[in-house]
């Protein structure tokens, strides 16, 4: 799916600036807010028989998510959405509040919602809810080169793949263990991971892998796998034949054609095909 982009409803300035914040910082280049329902309907066009609004305005980008909150300047949150259903039958709707009550979540559950955020729960929850409703953030745009992290222990690959690379405008990261690479993965945010698999043990990007997918801020990332593990352990099959062993988005044999690299990561990183 390609990514939307999220338009926050809140009638408070502080809430309504941590929950557009909470979603830049994880990978949203355009976060739209509104304080009322009269400013929604000045940005996006109602449905003409789709179930889908037509346009966000300004951007022609008809795949939005609403993150409605309980109070808004004009009315409540709870009747914000009633209209909403009627103007956009098929949108995505997250409804959030920042404290819960009994009397609150049984009138949000009777309505069709796509997800009930309460503002105390962790950040990465409502991204995880936004990615899940309208795809991950696209990423390498707006002037920003595409990253890419690299995770292996071999310096001499990690050379190769700059060289190839940078000259072409991408952006590295080297990371040279699983662990470092987790790490710079939450700090950077990649555009897409380059990884090894016999690092520390021969089983370390397997194990990187599987907690990348489970990290929802990172569970959208794409991972290229690079290996010489047939090789190095006589493996009768590639390992990305089994995604539960190695849930990877594709995967090269070493030593890897630069042409291979670039059409892998210009299929996998949005805008770059």
Known sequence: MSSGVPLVVCGDAK??????????EAGW??????????????LVRPSTGSGRPEQVEGRGQPNVCLIVDADLADISGIKAVRILRTLYPDIKIIFTTPENTRDLEAEVRALDIFYYYIGSSDKAELA???EDAIGAPQR???GRPP??????DDPDFHAFVRAILEPAGYATVSAHSEREGLDHARRERPDA???DIIMTSTTAGFEFCHEVRRDPLLKHTPILGVSAIEERIAL????????GLFPVDGYLRKPVA????FAELKRLIPGEG
């Open 15 to 24: 809430r309504r600036k941590y929950l557009a914040d909470a979603l830049a």
């Open 29 to 42: 280049q355009v976060v739209l807010s509104a304080s009322s329902m009269s400013e929604v309907a000045g």
């Open 128 to 130: 995880e809810a936004v």
């Open 140 to 142: 390498g745009q707006a």
């Open 147 to 152: 990253k890419v992290l690299i995770v292996d």
């Open 193 to 195: 991971i380059l990884l």
């Open 236 to 243: 009768r099959v590639p390992p990305d034949s089994d995604p």
């Open 258 to 261: 630069p042409e291979r690299l």
